[in-house]
């Protein structure tokens, strides 16, 4: 992938029990498991040594290792249990490709081998969190918490709390927000799904819109990514005019580029401010 180094891993054979058939979980088989490994390799290559880089010898253990202590009926869910497996182990990981290959797949006709290629990436999302009713910052700590704790997420780094006015509908309690940035391997969907398990927990109730709530958690950015979909639109369609959410992103990411405006983060905030 652009940007990053890579170190290949080609045709490790792995004898393990995945398969739809009871005898191929009962029984066993052959795969062919080969990787890229995408990471920065130019300090391993300055310092020659082996702690500023991925050993792929140990990668190559544990990968055996996870084969064979695990069970999937398919190989698509193998590669991506796998796939998580080292992402989250090897921090200097960026992101893999797993192919798996079956070379003893029951299909009944002459042919090689059937496979599965997977590739996945840690990713840098930047979220809102917001609460105008109850124990604000505790609902706020709880979130941050959550996402902290999710063997999904690294990395995290959050703004400072900042008490604001409220926006939309003005006859409520102010808010108490804060943005924070996080790596994570959920999908833009599946994080949006997590944003409303954070929501959910704080016990948030939808009575109207832009009304108080206990939780509000939003994604404002996913990479350089722009999405529109029926329940998901990123970039967040209104951050530009938020100065709750432009205030402290612009603690943490002033030079985060709008995808789609062209502008930074610092920029949005001053353009609000005047």
């Known amino acids: 992938m652009k940007g990053y ?23 066993g088989q052959k795969f062919v498991l080969s990787l890229k490994l995408y990471t920065d390799t130019r300090r391993a290559g300055k310092s020659d040594e082996l702690a500023a880089s991925i050993d792929y010898g140990d990668v190559c253990l544990q990968a055996t290792k996870f084969m064979q202590e695990h069970t999937y009926r398919l190989i698509e869910a193998a590669a991506e249990n796998l796939a998580e497996m080292l992402l989250t ?7 893999v490709t797993v192919e798996l290959k079956k070379p ?4 009944g006709l002459p042919v090689d081998y059937a496979a599965v290629e997977i ?6 999302a930047y979220m809102a969190v917001g609460s105008n009713m109850g124990d604000k910052k505790a609902y706020l700590d709880g979130a941050v918490k959550l996402f902290k704790e999710s063997p999904l997420c690294r990395n995290l780094r959050c703004s400072s709390y900042m008490a604001t006015e409220p926006y939309g509908v003005t ?22 799904d997590f944003a409303h398990e954070a929501e959910n927990a704080a ?8 009304g108080p709530r206990t939780l509000d958690v939003d994604i404002i950015f996913y990479d350089d990514e722009v999405i529109s979909g029926d329940n ?10 938020r100065d709750f959410v432009l205030g402290p992103l612009s603690e943490i990411a002033p030079g985060k580029v709008h995808p789609v405006l062209g502008k930074t983060v610092k920029q949005l905030l001053a353009e609000l401010s005047e």
């Open 5 to 27: 180094d890579t170190i290949k891993i080609e045709n490790l054979q792995v004898f393990a029990n995945h398969g739809v058939f009871p005898e191929e979980t009962a029984l």
């Open 89 to 95: 182990k090897y921090e200097l990981l960026a992101g």
């Open 104 to 107: 003893w797949a029951p299909i």
């Open 119 to 124: 590739t996945r990436f840690w990713h840098r």
């Open 171 to 192: 006859d409520q309690d102010e808010f108490l927000n804060a943005c924070f940035t996080v790596e994570t391997l959920m999908s833009p969907e599946e994080l949006l």
């Open 203 to 210: 016990g948030r109730v939808r009575t109207r819109h832009w």
């Open 232 to 241: 998901l639109t990123v970039p967040h369609p209104d951050m530009q005019n």
